[in-house]
């Protein structure tokens, strides 16, 4: 019986080892790929350059269609990632590609080269002789990151090919720009029509630039809570311009109005005695790294800055714009122009991600210098429409702003059906 | 009684046997796991050598993109491959007359099948005397699927082949490697792809890290008022993709004759991009106390409060190489800036008090210039250095007011340059000025403006 046991554990043994030795061979042409790596050690850029990334798509697609693999292929809306070793030449550490909020494919070691070929491998590599754009996304301790990457991209991108709110359109042609329309200014503090203004320009993943007019939208979407009806600002025109790259945003905008004003709606509420509009605006901001994943399921983001802005003062006389330096209440101004300037915080939670594309809830609150306090809370029914109700307290009574405000948005995101 | 022993001992051998049975079957089994649960796609697609092998007599039609070519680098592998045909073709035929060899290079074409995998189009040897030769598909019907498998596969070194190299490649294909890409010329004018630009004095840029750099730049190029035509500094932050500044008031001596722009403090955000950049700015006098600004001439000051400025722009391929015969401009990237830029300037003085007072302001139409401008410069040779550097724009208003401007850069050595900028305005702006009369104007005429310079790179 003891022979028979021993015979039984020998076969046992060797039936194991045997299975063991094939599952360790088996795995080695499948070990798990390096996703966090050291930023001493390596660099890690996104390919921008789109002939350069239309060749490593279809080295892929090439390599799919030669070889039994697991690997997808590149979807118009991936970025591509290259990293390299700082010690290593001419040779790719990986390469990866997909979005952060569904994580990379990673491919690394041999099967680069067999992938790109030498040509391609050594053109990707030397990084400074084509447009690219350094990434940390390898270096981050969370490879995938979708509620972080959702309010990244929201706040100045989108991933759909058409965004329709009340406050912001944009209307993407591919994947590098758009066009951009804009109502008010939520970073400024004053979104939809208390800013006077709205722009047109175009936008791109990392700028935007344009135009400002008069609001000429003449749409009442909200109820004032408190405060006085006409005390608004007017509009103007002129330009802007913001950028958000890697964590840092930045916004410069100027508006002028010395000439004909009749095309101002806005003159309508305000009347042209009282004239205020924001001539210049400045906001900078980083993203700090406070941000928290499964933050009551969800994540959450802090952002802290600086902003300024120059509120001008003019009148209408004899059909001409001039200086003003008497307010409403017949007290003076030192200036024309009345210039504040203080910190700016934000706060951006959103729920967890559903499908990894939207979130149910996206919750806000912020503090634009001493102009407002604004909180927002915006309900997503669908992946397609979202509503955003939007509270805003003035922090000083002006004769451009006064009390709290209660607004609601519509949002409505489309994607082309046939991509 | 012996028979219980006996029973005993047959079932014991029986149970023994059926135990050695159930373990190889268990062996067999592990062994076959795999080929269980991870099927072959390729053996439900190819089931025979014509499978594998496409027949060019079939469809001549072949769309550009179904053809895949490469060159076998890993010379194992093509020396492998070759040996295994010379093989075949010898047993096929001994009196063979071998044109191949076992160390000719390798070039393979493939073609995308369209329910997935790919076919054999063709494989070329090229000697090293520079014949090309096909391989014969009569042979390699009659190579093993494994060896035809493994240099389909493509898992070696391999590397694209320049159609123009090989003259057997069907198809309009275009070497996207010889595209310029508008980076080298880009970092050229926009930053510096060195970590110290130092120049005395049009820009100082110094690349902090490899992401951000600080520039200081004398004047408002991209609006037509290079260096010392605009009494400004820019100080800010340049990346990749933008560049913000703040804008002091300030003087560059240089060799002109005119009236330069005057300065204020203001700032400005500018983009570029390989296809679309732009900028804005302001400036504004009330921004400072009055007389902190010393002005060009206090009687006639003229500034701009803002501009804004949207351009496209393409890069090209120009010149030809050092060691090729012939006149032309040396290798290096064009990159060409179409574009529109709104601008407004103010026209005023100073008064006694040192308060600024308004006078006029440009108009509408002075207000918006067409912009066109070059860029060029050399590959960086192996010094990292290009050689040249040469810039011309020229902003034009529908008024007439307009400006040209060049700047040119020629690098000594590995860590000098020197250079030489210039502007040249062919018109003046007229301005109302209530001081001479109701309607009466004065003309301001920019000049012209010229600075040579030198720069010293780390």
Same mark, same amino acid.
């Given at each position: 019986?003891?022979?028979?046991?021993?015979?039984?554990?020998?076969?046992?043994?060797?039936?194991?080892?045997?299975?063991?030795?094939?599952?360790?061979?088996?795995?080695?042409?499948?070990?798990?790929?390096?996703?966090?790596?050291?930023?001493?050690?390596?660099?890690?850029?996104?390919?921008? *350059?789109?002939?350069?990334?239309?060749?490593?798509?279809?080295?892929?697609?090439?390599?799919?269609?030669?070889? $039994?693999?697991?690997?997808?292929?590149?979807?118009?809306?991936?970025?591509?990632?290259?990293?390299?070793?700082?010690?290593?030449?001419?040779?790719?550490?990986?390469?990866?590609?997909?979005?952060?909020?569904?994580?990379?494919?990673?491919?690394?070691?041999?099967?680069?080269?067999?992938?790109?070929?030498?040509?391609?491998?050594?053109?990707?590599?030397?990084?400074?002789?084509?447009? *690219?754009?350094?990434?940390?996304?390898?270096?981050?301790?969370?490879?995938?990151?979708? $509620?972080?990457?959702?309010?990244?991209?929201?706040?100045?991108?989108?991933?759909?090919?058409?965004?329709?709110?009340?406050?912001?359109?944009?209307?993407?042609?591919?994947?590098?720009?758009?066009?951009?329309?804009?109502?008010?200014?939520?970073?400024?503090?004053?979104?939809?029509?208390?800013?006077?203004?709205?722009?047109?320009?175009?936008?791109?993943?990392?700028?935007?630039?344009?135009?400002?007019?008069?609001?000429?939208?003449?749409?009442?979407?909200?109820?004032?809570?408190?405060?006085?009806?006409?005390?608004?600002?007017?509009?103007?025109?002129?330009?802007?311009?913001?950028?958000?790259?890697?964590?840092?945003?930045?916004?410069?905008?100027?508006?002028?109005?010395?000439?004909?004003?009749?095309?101002?709606?806005?003159?309508?509420?305000?009347?042209? $005695?009282?004239?205020?509009?924001?001539?210049?605006?400045?906001?900078?901001?980083?993203?700090?790294?406070?941000?928290?994943?499964?933050?009551?399921?969800?994540?959450?983001?802090?952002?802290?800055?600086?902003?300024?802005?120059?509120?001008? *003062?003019?009148?209408?006389?004899?059909?001409?714009?001039?200086?003003?330096?008497?307010?409403?209440?017949?007290?003076?101004?030192?200036?024309?122009?009345?210039?504040?300037?203080?910190?700016?915080?934000?706060?951006?939670?959103?729920?967890?991600?559903?499908?990894?594309?939207?979130?149910?809830? *996206?919750?806000?609150?912020?503090?634009?210098?001493?102009?407002?306090?604004?909180?927002?809370?915006?309900?997503?029914?669908?992946?397609?429409?979202?509503?955003?109700?939007?509270?805003?307290?003035?922090?000083?009574?002006?004769?451009?702003?006064?009390?709290?405000?209660?607004?609601?948005?519509?949002?409505?995101?489309?994607?082309?059906?046939?991509? | 009684?012996?028979?219980?022993?006996?029973?005993?001992?047959?079932?014991?051998?029986?149970?023994?046997?059926?135990?050695?049975?159930?373990?190889?079957?268990?062996?067999?089994?592990?062994?076959?796991?795999?080929?269980?649960?991870?099927?072959?796609?390729?053996?439900?697609?190819?089931?025979?050598?014509?499978?594998?092998?496409?027949?060019?007599?079939?469809?001549?039609?072949?769309?550009?993109? #179904?053809?895949?070519?490469?060159?076998?680098? &890993?010379?194992?592998?093509?020396?492998?491959?070759?040996?295994?045909? %010379?093989?075949? %073709?010898?047993?096929?035929?001994?009196?063979?007359?071998? #044109?191949?060899?076992?160390?000719?290079?390798?070039?393979?074409?493939?073609?995308?099948?369209?329910?997935?995998?790919?076919?054999?189009?063709?494989?070329?040897?090229? +000697?090293?005397?520079?014949?090309?030769?096909?391989?014969?598909?009569?042979? !390699?019907?009659?190579?093993?699927?494994?060896?035809?498998?493994?240099?389909?596969?493509?898992?070696?070194?391999?590397?694209?082949?320049?159609?123009?190299?090989?003259?057997?490649?069907?198809?309009?294909?275009?070497?996207?490697?010889?595209?310029?890409?508008?980076?080298?010329?880009?970092?050229?004018?926009?930053?510096?792809?060195?970590?110290?630009?130092?120049?005395?004095?049009?820009?100082?840029?110094?690349?902090?890290?490899?992401?951000?750099?600080?520039?200081?730049?004398?004047?408002?190029?991209?609006?037509?008022?290079?260096?010392?035509?605009?009494?400004?500094?820019?100080?800010?932050?340049?990346?990749?993709?933008?560049?913000?500044?703040?804008?002091?008031? +300030?003087?560059?001596?240089?060799?002109?004759?005119?009236?330069?722009?005057?300065?204020?403090?203001?700032?400005?955000?500018?983009?570029?991009?390989?296809?679309?950049?732009?900028?804005?700015?302001? #400036?504004?006098?009330?921004?400072? +106390?009055?007389?902190?600004?010393?002005?060009? &001439?206090?009687?006639?000051?003229?500034?701009?409060?803002?501009?804004?400025? %949207?351009?496209?722009?393409?890069?090209?391929?120009?010149?030809?190489?050092?060691?090729?015969?012939?006149?032309?401009?040396?290798?290096?990237?064009?990159?060409?800036?179409?574009?529109?830029?709104?601008?407004?300037?103010?026209?005023?003085?100073?008064?006694?008090?040192?308060?600024?007072?308004?006078?006029?302001?440009? #108009?509408?139409? %002075?207000?918006?210039?067409?912009? !066109?401008?070059?860029?060029?410069?050399?590959?960086?040779?192996?010094?990292?250095?290009?050689?040249?550097?040469?810039?011309?724009?020229?902003?034009?208003?529908?008024?007439?007011?307009?400006?040209?401007?060049?700047?040119?850069?020629?690098?000594?050595?590995?860590?000098?340059?020197? +250079?030489?900028?210039?502007?040249?305005?062919?018109?003046?702006?007229?301005?109302?000025?209530?001081?001479?009369?109701?309607?009466?104007?004065?003309?301001?005429?920019?000049?012209?403006?010229?600075?040579?310079?030198?720069?010293?790179?780390?």
């Amino acid at each position: 019986m003891k022979i028979i046991k021993d015979k039984f554990r020998l076969s046992l043994s060797i039936c194991l080892l045997i299975a063991f030795s094939f599952q360790s061979v088996y795995a080695q042409s499948n070990t798990t790929p390096k996703l966090n790596i050291d930023s001493r050690r390596y660099q890690a850029w996104t390919i921008e *350059h789109e002939p350069y990334r239309l060749l490593v798509e279809n080295a892929i697609d090439e390599y799919i269609a030669l070889t $039994e693999t697991n690997l997808e292929p590149v979807m118009p809306g991936d970025i591509i990632i290259a990293i390299r070793s700082k010690t290593a030449r001419n040779e790719l550490f990986q390469l990866r590609y997909g979005q952060s909020a569904q994580g990379f494919t990673v491919i690394e070691g041999e099967e680069i080269k067999w992938i790109l070929g030498r040509t391609l491998l050594l053109t990707i590599f030397e990084k400074d002789k084509y447009y *690219h754009l350094d990434s940390a996304i390898p270096f981050s301790k969370r490879a995938v990151q979708p $509620e972080l990457d959702y309010l990244a991209t929201e706040l100045f991108w989108t991933k759909t090919d058409m965004m329709i709110s009340m406050d912001r359109a944009i209307y993407r042609f591919g994947n590098t720009g758009g066009i951009l329309y804009e109502w008010g200014n939520e970073l400024a503090g004053r979104p939809y029509g208390e800013a006077g203004y709205m722009r047109l320009g175009i936008t791109t993943p990392v700028f935007k630039i344009g135009i400002q007019i008069p609001s000429i939208v003449a749409l009442t979407n909200g109820y004032q809570i408190s405060g006085i009806d006409n005390y608004k600002l007017n509009g103007g025109m002129g330009g802007f311009g913001a950028f958000s790259y890697s964590n840092l945003y930045g916004e410069l905008a100027f508006m002028n109005n010395t000439g004909d004003m009749s095309q101002d709606p806005s003159l309508e509420i305000t009347g042209d $005695e009282f004239i205020n509009y924001i001539d210049f605006y400045g906001l900078i901001y980083l993203n700090l790294g406070v941000t928290t994943t499964r933050f009551l399921g969800g994540a959450f983001q802090m952002k802290t800055g600086f902003t300024f802005q120059r509120i001008a *003062h003019r009148q209408m006389l004899q059909g001409k714009v001039e200086s003003r330096f008497i307010g409403r209440d017949g007290l003076a101004f030192t200036n024309d122009g009345t210039f504040y300037y203080g910190f700016f915080l934000r706060a951006d939670y959103v729920s967890k991600l559903i499908n990894e594309k939207y979130p149910r809830l *996206h919750i806000m609150g912020q503090i634009s210098g001493t102009t407002s306090f604004i909180a927002k809370v915006t309900v997503n029914p669908t992946q397609s429409i979202g509503i955003p109700f939007t509270y805003i307290y003035y922090m000083e009574e002006t004769d451009w702003q006064s009390g709290q405000t209660l607004l609601v948005g519509l949002s409505i995101k489309l994607e082309n059906p046939l991509d | 009684m012996n028979n219980i022993p006996s029973t005993v001992s047959s079932t014991s051998t029986i149970f023994n046997q059926s135990k050695k049975i159930i373990f190889r079957l268990l062996i067999l089994i592990i062994w076959a796991l795999p080929i269980l649960i991870f099927p072959q796609d390729y053996t439900e697609l190819y089931e025979t050598m014509d499978d594998w092998i496409y027949d060019k007599d079939e469809d001549i039609f072949l769309e550009p993109g #179904q053809i895949v070519e490469w060159g076998v680098i &890993d010379r194992e592998q093509s020396r492998y491959f070759l040996k295994k045909y %010379l093989d075949v %073709l010898t047993d096929m035929d001994p009196m063979a007359n071998l #044109q191949i060899q076992e160390t000719d290079e390798m070039r393979v074409k493939a073609i995308k099948k369209e329910n997935g995998g790919t076919v054999l189009y063709s494989v070329n040897a090229i +000697s090293r005397a520079g014949a090309l030769n096909e391989l014969s598909k009569k042979v !390699l019907v009659n190579m093993s699927v494994k060896d035809i498998r493994r240099i389909l596969e493509r898992k070696y070194e391999w590397d694209n082949i320049n159609n123009l190299d090989t003259g057997f490649i069907t198809g309009d294909i275009i070497n996207v490697f010889q595209e310029r890409n508008y980076k080298q010329c880009r970092d050229a004018f926009w930053w510096t792809h060195r970590r110290v630009d130092f120049g005395f004095f049009p820009r100082i840029i110094l690349r902090v890290t490899p992401r951000y750099a600080i520039n200081l730049e004398f004047g408002r190029e991209e609006i037509g008022y290079p260096v010392n035509a605009s009494r400004t500094l820019n100080m800010g932050l340049t990346t990749e993709v933008f560049n913000l500044y703040l804008t002091v008031p +300030s003087a560059y001596p240089g060799i002109s004759n005119g009236h330069p722009l005057d300065g204020a403090y203001g700032g400005g955000l500018k983009f570029d991009s390989p296809r679309l950049g732009g900028s804005i700015s302001f #400036q504004d006098l009330d921004f400072v +106390s009055k007389g902190d600004i010393t002005f060009f &001439d206090p009687d006639h000051i003229i500034y701009n409060d803002y501009s804004g400025q %949207l351009y496209w722009s393409f890069t090209n391929r120009i010149g030809k190489p050092e060691d090729e015969p012939g006149f032309g401009v040396p290798l290096g990237s064009l990159r060409i800036i179409i574009g529109t830029t709104l601008f407004s300037l103010v026209y005023g003085y100073q008064d006694d008090d040192d308060e600024f007072i308004v006078l006029d302001r440009s #108009q509408k139409l %002075l207000a918006i210039q067409g912009l !066109l401008r070059a860029e060029y410069t050399t590959d960086m040779d192996e010094k990292f250095i290009n050689k040249w550097r040469f810039m011309s724009q020229m902003n034009m208003g529908l008024t007439g007011l307009g400006s040209v401007q060049f700047s040119v850069t020629r690098s000594i050595i590995q860590w000098l340059s020197v +250079s030489a900028s210039g502007a040249y305005f062919w018109s003046g702006v007229d301005f109302l000025d209530a001081r001479l009369g109701p309607e009466d104007t004065y003309r301001w005429e920019p000049g012209w403006y010229f600075n040579p310079s030198i720069s010293i790179y780390f």
